[in-house]
């Protein structure tokens, strides 16, 4: 099973426990998500397997399944879902690196997400993604 299959499994069975998956012969089929704004996020450190990193549901509508929901929701609707579009918070990071891949895969205003970028630490990474990756609370 690749990452990607694993991580559609588990947003799906995460999707399913939180009510967003109508049940259902049509739907099933389709594998359609009612409408609505989230992310499946993930943030992998170094050189781990991608499969074996646990991930975290952001829900925007209304906001939820993220220790920082509201601010990571009000960010992302301000750059009107693109996370390239946040902009990057004035603070030093350390020159230590210590890279982190952080991915995103959902939908926002009927638009599928697919974002996946590496940067060379979690300070960096947080600068530019506000608190939408802020997983660990």
Sequence with gaps: MTHIT???AAAGALLAAA???TAGP???ASRDIQQGNWLYLTTTRGDAPFGDTPGTLLLCDPPGGHAYAAEACRE???ADGD???IPAAGV???M???PVTAHAYGQWNGRPVDFQETYTSTCVMRARTG???ALDG
């Design 19 to 21: 009510g967003l998956l």
């Design 131 to 133: 608190h939408v990756f």
């Design 76 to 78: 992302l609707a301000d």
């Design 96 to 98: 230590i690196f210590a």
């Design 92 to 94: 030093f990071c350390p």
């Design 83 to 85: 996370i390239d579009r």
């Design 6 to 8: 694993r991580a559609a």
């Design 26 to 28: 049509a739907r099933a």
